[in-house]
C-alpha cells in the first residue's frame, strides 16, 4: 500500500484558475515536501512542513501557498495558474528522528495550465 | 544559481560496463548526500546515500564515492544491466534540525544498451 497519496495524479487547469493538489501520507513522518519536476532542472523545492498547522518557504515559492491542516495531510495551492506552472508536482514525507534523510515520493500530479 | 549540478543530462553505456555519474555541490553545509532513480512515470526512489563522516559507501553494484574538500560526489555502477535505465537523480542536504530538506541536481539519464 503507498504510504504517499496524491490527487489528482492529472489535472487540466485554465489559466487564472485556482488548482488545489492534495497529499496524504501514511508514514507517520513529521516532515512534508512540494517538488516540481521540470526538464533540465530536476526536482525543485516549492514548500515544506516540519509540524501541522505552519510551513516553510522552499526554494521556488512564489506563485505557490502551502496548507498543513494535520500531520497526514499537505496541501499545494496555486491560487492563479499560469502557464508556467505546467510541470509535474512531487509531494514526499520524511522522517528527521531516524536520521536517515530518505524522502518518500508520492506518484506524482502532472498538472497542465492552458 | 543551481547549488547542485550534474556534469551530464544523459549517458550510454553497454550492458556488463561499468558507469560513473558525477554530481558537485557549493554548500559546505551539506553533510548528506543521496542518488535517487526515477523510472518514467513513476516516483524517484533512494538508490544509495552517505553522510559525510564517511567518504564511500557500497550497496551492491552500486557505489557512492564522497569527496568533501572538492565538494564533489559519484555514483559508480557496476555490471551495467538494462534495467538500470532510468534517469538518476543526485541530491544534498544539511540536517538542520533533522530535515531532510534536499537539493537536488539536473538529473541524468542513463541508458544500458543490450
Known amino acids: 500500500e503507498a504510504a504517499v497519496t496524491q490527487s489528482p495524479r492529472s489535472k487540466v487547469a485554465v489559466t487564472g484558475g485556482k488548482v488545489t493538489l492534495s497529499c496524504h501520507q501514511t508514514?507517520?513522518?513529521?516532515?512534508m515536501y512540494w517538488y516540481r519536476q521540470d526538464t533540465g532542472h530536476g526536482l525543485r523545492l516549492i514548500h515544506y512542513?516540519?509540524?501541522?498547522?505552519?510551513?516553510e518557504k522552499g526554494d521556488i515559492p512564489d506563485g505557490y501557498k502551502a496548507s498543513r491542516p494535520s500531520q497526514e495531510n499537505f496541501s499545494l495551492i496555486l491560487e492563479l495558474a499560469s502557464l508556467s506552472q505546467t510541470a509535474v508536482y512531487f509531494c514526499?514525507?520524511?522522517?528527521?528522528?531516524?536520521?536517515?534523510?530518505?524522502?518518500?515520493f508520492g506518484e506524482g500530479s502532472k498538472l497542465t495550465v492552458l | 544559481g543551481q547549488q547542485v549540478k550534474q556534469s551530464s543530462p544523459s549517458l550510454t553505456v553497454q550492458e556488463g560496463g561499468i558507469l560513473i555519474l558525477n554530481c558537485d555541490y557549493e554548500n559546505d553545509m551539506f553533510d548528506y548526500f543521496a542518488w535517487y532513480k526515477k523510472y518514467p512515470d513513476n516516483s524517484p526512489t533512494l538508490l544509495i546515500s552517505v553522510r559525510s563522516n564517511v567518504d564511500k559507501r557500497e550497496d551492491g553494484r552500486f557505489t557512492v564515492f564522497l569527496n568533501k574538500s572538492g565538494k564533489h560526489f559519484s555514483l559508480h555502477i557496476t555490471a551495467s544491466q538494462p534495467e538500470d535505465t532510468a534517469v538518476y537523480l543526485c541530491a544534498a542536504g544539511a540536517n538542520q534540525g533533522g530535515s531532510a530538506k534536499l537539493i537536488f541536481g539536473e538529473g541524468t539519464k542513463l541508458t544500458v544498451s543490450s
Open positions: 508514514n507517520n513522518h513529521d516532515y
Open positions: 514526499a514525507s520524511s522522517d528527521p528522528g531516524g536520521n536517515t534523510g530518505q524522502l518518500y
Open positions: 512542513s516540519y509540524v501541522a498547522d505552519s510551513t
